[in-house]
């Protein structure tokens, strides 16, 4: 058995690397260049590539602001910071629409069963 502050220290360590990995979407302050079909058509792209379709899991930073992770697989992609999780995820999968040649790429190469 291993000392808890060790297992902890590990799972502590893991997450931070899972978090490095993620990208941040810019800023966006402009609420008119938010496509609000984005995470649809992300979605179907997904689809289309034989992905699950993303996942947003939202957390609070202070009483104006949320930033929301989309996840692929359980993978976190992207994270984007909003007044409003619904913008939040829309900024998100806009991100991953506008680099979508990158994240596929990148995505796949850890999907399982890819080559």
Known sequence: AYPQGLVNQD?????QQASDSVFECPLVTDEAAI???SKEKLNQLLIKSRINPAEYKTDKLNNSDVQVTCYLDNV????????NKKKAGQICAQFILNHWNFFHDRFSKFKPGSN
């Open 11 to 15: 799972y502590q360590r893991q997450l």
């Open 35 to 37: 496509d609000t079909s």
């Open 76 to 83: 976190p992609i992207a994270k984007a910071l909003s007044t």
